[in-house]
């Protein structure tokens, strides 16, 4: 996997290991074809994947924000019809919706919808 894909992976694969949330299987390459990207396919459990994918060069925090928002999709996705699709859970209201990626500068935070309350950065859930 191409080094700025695979570290801008890190911080939201380990949000989901520390809350139980399920892995994506990763498998570089295959999509999209651009020498300006770094991409890979996100497989969920029923043999159906995802794209996700680094502009090259960008700002890291721009690279993980962006990340993690097409893996939190991925995990709803995954989610879908067995279990509650709310991840990452926001802890003031925690029956209502999930949190969300927003990036301010070189900060990339999980926030709360509803209120703008930041609650954690990404990749320092659990
Ligand atoms: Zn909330």
């Known amino acids: 996997m191409h080094p700025q894909l695979a570290l801008a992976l890190e911080p939201v694969l380990r949000d989901l290991r520390a809350t139980g949330g399920p892995l994506p299987r990763v498998v570089p390459g295959g999509w999209p074809e651009d020498d300006d990207v770094a991409g890979a396919m996100l497989w969920h459990s029923d043999g159906s994947g995802s794209g996700v994918s680094v502009v090259l ?3 890291f925090a ?4 962006h990340v993690a928002d ?3 999709d991925w995990v709803v996705e995954e989610l879908w019809g067995t279990a509650p699709t709310n991840w990452p859970r ?3 209201h925690p029956d209502n919706h999930p949190l ?8 990339v935070e999980w926030v709360c919808p509803a209120d703008g ?3 954690r950065p990404v990749g320092d859930l659990g």
């Open 57 to 59: 060069d960008r700002p």
């Open 62 to 65: 721009e690279q993980v924000a």
């Open 70 to 72: 097409v893996v939190q």
């Open 90 to 92: 926001c802890p003031a």
């Open 100 to 107: 969300e990626v927003r990036r301010g500068g070189d900060a």
């Open 117 to 119: 309350t930041a609650v």
